[in-house]
């Protein structure tokens, strides 16, 4: 299996980041061929003292690095890409890796 990982820095508009992302951003992600399951939570919280510097985390699943690299370059992932400056206002880190 392969991950990717996504990372949302604190927007500036938190409600609209919100509503923006569960009525029009996961719809469009979730439509990435070759997703076997997706995930995504607005409760970030460190394990330590201080304040997590991430506002939102999305977890993408993948049958492999291949089928991500795919799905990432077909229309539907570029539609995906496309949307993040509707509401990451904040800024984004996006990661992936094999899951052991």
């Given at each position: 299996?392969?991950?990717?990982?996504?990372?949302?820095?604190?927007?500036?508009?938190?409600?609209?980041?919100?509503?923006?992302?569960?009525?029009?951003?996961?719809?469009?992600a979730n439509k990435l061929p070759g997703l076997t399951a997706a995930r995504y939570s607005f409760d970030v919280k460190p394990l330590g003292p201080g304040k997590t510097p991430y506002f939102c985390v999305f977890e993408a699943d993948f049958e492999s690095e291949d089928a991500l690299m795919s799905?990432?370059?077909?229309?539907?992932?570029?539609?995906?890409?496309?949307d993040?400056?509707?509401?990451?206002?904040?800024?984004?880190?996006m990661v992936h890796f094999p899951v052991r």
């Open positions: 299996m392969h991950r990717l990982l996504v990372l949302y820095d604190e927007p500036k508009d938190h409600s609209h980041f919100r509503t923006y992302y569960v009525d029009t951003h996961v719809p469009l799905a990432l370059g077909s229309k539907e992932g570029k539609a995906v890409a496309g993040v400056p509707n509401y990451a206002s904040g800024g984004v880190t």
